[in-house]
């Protein structure tokens, strides 16, 4: 089974950008559907995108639509470019995996990291 870790977690100011990071080890990330997603304090968990790295769309919430970017290597590390950032965004991200897409779509991927912290400010 897939281990994930996630890495690039900082405080920027509103409109600047980050890029985070992903390490898939014990499992090639194509075996997977993908996905970021993040958590506020006092907020439910919500995805900001799902994909297969090994083809296709990518879904992204409209709240970063346009502004947030997945890539990846499509061996073991997927990253999320974040640009234009606004302290709504911040919040703990974390990177999921499933070998199933519904499980993915539904929020409950059954593989997480253990998260890395953002912190915009205005």
């Known amino acids: 089974q897939v281990q994930l870790e996630e890495s690039g977690g900082d405080s920027v100011q509103a409109g600047g950008s980050l890029r985070l990071s992903c390490t898939a080890s014990r499992s090639r990330i194509v075996n997977y559907y993908m996905g970021w997603f993040r958590q506020s304090p006092g907020q439910e968990r919500e995805g900001v995108a799902r994909?297969?790295?090994?083809?296709?769309?990518t879904y992204y919430a409209d709240a970063v639509k346009g502004r947030f970017t997945v890539s990846h290597d499509k061996a073991k590390t997927v990253y999320l470019q974040m640009d234009t950032l606004k302290p709504d965004d911040t919040a703990t991200y974390y990177c999921a995996a499933d070998e199933q897409w519904e499980d993915l779509l539904l929020g409950r991927p059954t593989y997480w990291g253990p998260g890395t912290r953002v912190t915009v400010y205005s």
């Open positions: 994909f297969w790295p090994g083809g296709g769309n």
